[in-house]
């Protein structure tokens, strides 16, 4: 079983707050002792952040699922409840987060890149907070609200400062492998590589650039043959592409064919790929009788000639390249629901939800059938003005009404 995975779905849930508690003084000698209930503590949040440790996004396959961890109640005499463990989520770098619907929500290019992925719910307030001049004995409090719950989707598109880009069996493991540590898979047939394969070539003087092996590219891998996308994906952020055309005579193409072909698959799939820096070359060059014209370089990764040469080449570039491009931004979206509230029809259309964390925060009381908790509530949705909202949204006298768990008919005052 393959254990480079580039694509996966992550489950994601924040942690629900405690409640608050309902709670009131109660010592010898003081009769009337006035409301002390704690807040109850806040969930966890879920984060995804980039660690270049981490290869893969493996870890997620089998086991998609990540939650904060909830927050404690309130207790009496005041006691708070103990907010939830955040939960930190190591990516890969080169991770892109997007919704169900394929937004781009976040881009974790460089180590520390974070990003909220689910926000922990909020506590609620115990009843020593609703202590008021008109309201000495208040026998409410408020409900931990739930963390926030969503699928995502992550792809990885690696970082490498080059990118070796060919047809199957080109001899781009075996140049991978005598110029780094890497140990691909390479055998006489194609598609040997059937994930990407990093190795990290150092010069005399110290100089380090990534190089990544990817699988062979075929004709119509932008439309998604072969491995299509997969491939392509991990193109995207290399600075540099070196381009491998097989001189064997067993080769389908002529090199220049080969290198139309690469060069049109690449600007279908994005036409900034070919305003990158590119080295071309002959590659299998120990196989060469003749068969095709090419008068480029040449490599024989099995023989070691022009090896030297071509890294040379490769650091040089790279070098330029660094210097030449700035690094680039992590994208990072840290709310994923912005605060507010939303009037719409519900699906029987004869009644009206209310929908958005602003509004359900201000109905989320212990005791909705409790008269003084009824009231903070509706006090709560007229300084909203959801009155209005509802009006303009066109709500009649005696329309059912729902926010969160509360249901009340609409009335006009």
Known sequence: MSQFVDECGLHVKGGDGGAGSVSFRREAHVPRGGPDGGDGGSGGDVWLIADHNVASLLAFRDHPFRRGDDGTHGMGKKRHGRRGADIEVPVPEGTVIKDQDGKVLADLVHTGDRFLAAEGGMGGRGNAKFLSNRRRAPGFAEQGEVGEERWLRMELKLLADVALVGFPSVGKSTLISVISAAKPKIADYPFTTLEPNLGVVRTDDGVEIVVADLPGLIEGAAEGKGLG??????????????????????AMHSPSEQRDILLRELADYDPVLLTRPRIEVGSRADL???????????????????????????????????????????????????????????????????????????????????????????????????????????????????????EFDYEVE
Not at 239 to 246: E, P, S
Not at 340 to 368: C, F, H, K, M, P
């Open 229 to 250: 996308r997969q491939f392509l994906r991990h193109v995207e952020r290399a600075r540099v592409l070196v381009v491998m055309l097989d001189l064997a005579p067993s």
């Open 288 to 406: 060469d009788d003749g068969s095709w014209e090419w008068e480029g370089e040449r490599v024989a990764a099995v023989t070691r000639d022009g090896v030297a040469q071509l890294v040379g080449r490769m650091v040089q570039t790279v070098t330029d390249a660094r210097q030449a491009m700035p690094q680039r931004e992590a994208y990072v979206v840290h709310r994923l629901e912005g605060e507010g509230y939303q009037v719409v029809r519900d699906e029987t259309g004869t009644g009206w939800d209310v929908l958005g964390r602003e509004a359900i925060r201000a109905v989320r009381l212990s005791d909705l059938t409790n008269p003084e908790a009824l009231d903070e509530a509706h006090r709560r949705l007229k300084s909203l003005g959801v009155d209005r909202a509802l009006a303009r949204a066109g709500a009649k006298h005696g329309d059912t009404v729902r926010i969160g768990k509360l």
